[in-house]
């Protein structure tokens, strides 16, 4: 299975390609899927279902959807997110690893700024657009890629999943 991330949806683009996929995409240079897996199959769905959610945000948006559309698509992603740190943070802080402290940080900071954005599209004052999709690609492979790697060896050398 081959990952692909995606360019940000144009609206000049007639058919973009996804923000992440987890298949090939034709334009962009693939990245292997071992990339973005942390080696724990309840994390790695979970990962797989905020991409696909993020896909359902940009299609809407491409698609040019009425902003409420949008804005019920980002709702969910918000509570799913929700969802994944709580579950994340149990399994970690269940092995054990001495880095769930400055992770549980580095959510709370993501929180943060997601939640500013949603305060935006609550208020009327925001709209989702490339912006958001920008920080939401780059958030969810950075993070991934990068600071959810770092406790999969504590998880998995406690036989947890």
């Not at 897996?37 to 959807?65: F, P, R, T, W, Y």
């Not at 509570?79 to 959510?107: C, N, Q, R």
Request: hydrophobic share 45%; glycine share 6%.
């Amino acid at each position: 299975m081959r990952l692909s991330v995606g360019p940000l949806v144009s609206h000049l683009d007639a058919a973009p390609c996804r923000v992440l996929e987890w298949s090939s995409c034709e334009q962009d240079e693939p990245v292997e899927a071992d990339d973005l897996s942390v080696g724990i199959d309840s994390i790695d769905e979970q990962h797989k279902k905020l991409v696909n959610m993020i896909n359902a945000l940009n299609d809407a948006l491409a698609k040019g959807e009425a902003n409420d559309v949008m804005v019920k698509i980002f709702d969910g992603l918000v509570a799913y997110v929700d969802k994944h740190f709580t579950f994340e943070e149990a399994l970690f802080t269940k092995a054990g690893w001495d880095g769930a402290a400055a992770h549980k940080e580095k959510h709370k900071q993501l929180v943060e700024e997601v939640m500013a954005f949603k305060a935006s599209l609550d208020s009327g004052s925001g709209m989702i657009g490339i912006k958001l999709m920008k920080f939401l690609k780059e958030w969810l492979t950075n993070h991934i890629m990068k600071s959810d790697k770092e406790y999969a060896d504590a998880v998995k050398a406690k036989g947890l999943n």
